[in-house]
């Protein structure tokens, strides 16, 4: 029998519901429990891929093409399943979908309404294709009081009447702030959480208190009584060191025993943490540390870059040192040298972007890591202007640049028209949408024998995750590889280049696609430790 799980969230956003969910489902999970995550969006866009990075942060991509919430990786990271494109959806995807059916006349002449229509799909998304899973575990984006979430909350209330007894529980995540005037943690912002969710029908079962410091009993008693809770269903969610300990935190607050009583399960089994409290360790104890630079343009967000964050992390995790790292907006060295900032770093990370606002910028970066012989690693557009920048310097093409920033006579990066999925060809147009019609999921490639990448992937043949509407130019590989950057990464038909590397150099890789969105934890991409470990070597020599 399948068991649902639903996380909500009060008092302010960005409280890490994404987190909560992704560390109970590494929980039930260490027991023995299958867990699948999903993640419902009240935003109108059709999924986040049109949105700016600095608005929602990162679009995280899963293997079968879909742009989704950055929770996604949250999930992934923590319980090593692959998500899929079932496993988000937005209001906007929703409405398009009935929108589309009422246009076709699916409905039979009905007056479509949010109750039942919306309510309807909503619930249908969250029941398709749960049948060999224990436990489905459901976030509800946004905030309780959020106008665009009451149909999802209507739908999961919903479900809390029609499931059989006893399959449906609500864990609602809230903050406890601490007013240092009055000494004490406020629990008044959550009773008003509670009571909200209260008046659109949804009582919580548990409740999942962030704070930076214990709670004392009485502020345990009190909100058990006004949130009508048991007093042990009030699960103190302190703020750790690492996003990697919150399993052991919430471990040791009973979170996952409070959980199976509601389903009236048995608790005694030890769930086996042994892993986590291993990867935990290295982080807190490192055996030397490294600096590296992130030279991007949505700097102002690091969420923006929450993948890359966790894969340079993981990096760490499998060399045994602490990561540091150093943001630095691209434009700052299209007015500056870049030497002062990047002097004595141990490596230089261009990660993705989009349009031509600090491009110039990372081309700098990339020309500084080549020549100084320092650690280069270029993702998607990261790659994209070092080939820019190898063909301005190296190969004698001085107007070289990329077509996605207008017209020029030299596009050794241009627009992807067509490319093959699987046995399918896909196209695109210029003037076309922009919403889901890059390069998107899971591609192969095929990388040459002998090459650096090869080396570090230990065979030749791979597949990562894509999104990218532009790409390197294959009419300049010759003179490209003639100046001594090797194309050493083809998609298997030799039509689009996947990979670079500068030959003779420490190690300076671009890859097309974004190894970022596949590292996990206990199994650290070899790309991001690889670049590690040379930073590691760099950092012997400054």
């Excluded at 704070?211 to 969610?237: G, H, M, T, Y």
């Amino acid at each position: 029998m399948t068991r649902y799980v639903f996380i909500t969230g009060g008092v302010v956003s960005s409280l890490g519901k994404g987190l909560a969910s992704a560390a109970l489902a590494a929980l039930l999970q260490a027991r023995g429990y299958k867990v699948r995550l999903r993640k419902l969006d009240p935003y109108l866009n059709v999924d986040p891929g049109t949105m700016s990075p600095t608005q929602h942060g990162e679009v995280f991509v899963t293997d079968d093409g879909a742009e989704t919430d950055l929770d996604l990786g949250h999930y992934e990271r923590f319980t090593g399943v692959p998500a899929t494109r079932a496993d988000n959806i937005t209001t906007g995807r929703i409405y398009l979908d009935i929108i589309t059916k009422e246009r076709r006349g699916d409905y039979l002449g009905a007056t479509i309404q949010v109750i039942p229509h919306v309510t309807n799909a909503i619930k249908e998304f969250v029941l398709d294709g749960n049948d060999a899973y224990d436990f489905v575990l459901v976030e509800i984006g946004g905030t309780v009081g959020d106008i665009e979430g009451l149909p999802f909350f209507e739908a999961i209330r919903q479900l809390g009447q029609e499931l059989p007894r006893g399959t449906c529980a609500y864990v609602h995540l809230t903050l406890l702030p601490y007013i240092p005037s009055a000494g004490e943690l406020k629990t008044k912002p959550t009773q008003h959480s509670v009571a909200e969710l209260r008046s659109i029908g949804i009582q919580p079962d548990i409740l999942l208190c962030r704070c930076d410091r214990p709670i004392p009993r009485e502020e345990r008693r009190k909100l058990a009584q006004f949130c009508n809770v048991r007093e042990s269903a009030v699960i103190e969610a302190r703020d750790v060191s690492t996003i990697y300990e919150v399993p052991l935190s919430y471990r040791e607050e009973g979170l996952d025993r409070e959980v199976l009583a509601h389903f009236g399960l048995d608790g005694g089994t030890e769930p086996k943490l042994d892993r986590w409290r291993q990867i935990t360790h290295r982080i807190k104890n490192p055996e030397g540390e490294v600096a590296i630079a992130i030279v991007g343009k949505y700097t102002g967000l690091k969420d923006a870059y929450k993948s890359l964050i966790e894969a340079l992390s993981h990096g760490g995790i499998a060399n045994r040192v602490r990561v540091n790292l150093e943001w630095i907006e691209s434009e700052v060295f299209e007015r500056e040298d870049p030497a002062p900032f990047l002097e004595g770093l141990h490596g230089i990370l261009v990660p993705g972007g989009f349009g031509q606002r600090g491009a110039e910028g990372k081309i700098r970066a990339a020309r500084y890591a080549r020549e100084r012989k320092i650690p280069y690693f270029g993702i998607c557009f990261g790659m994209q202007m070092a080939v820019v920048e190898a063909a301005r310097s190296l190969a004698g093409i001085p107007e070289a640049n990329s077509s996605e920033f207008g017209p020029t006579p030299e596009p050794v990066v241009g627009l992807l028209t067509e490319w093959m999925k699987g046995n399918e060809l896909e196209r695109r147009m210029a003037e076309g949408d922009l919403g889901g019609t890059m390069r998107l999921g899971s591609y192969a490639a095929s990388l040459a024998p002998g090459s650096k990448i090869a080396e570090i992937y230990g065979g030749t043949r791979i597949a990562e995750r894509h999104r990218h509407r532009y790409e390197v130019n294959m009419a300049y590989r010759e003179r490209l590889e003639a100046k001594g950057m090797r194309f050493a990464g083809l998609s298997p038909d030799g039509l689009l280049p996947e990979t670079v590397e500068v030959v003779g150099h420490p190690w300076f890789v671009g890859v097309q696609f974004h190894p970022e969105l596949k590292s996990r934890p206990f199994e650290p991409h070899p790309l991001f430790s690889s670049f590690i470990a040379a930073a590691i070597e760099q950092s012997r020599l400054v």
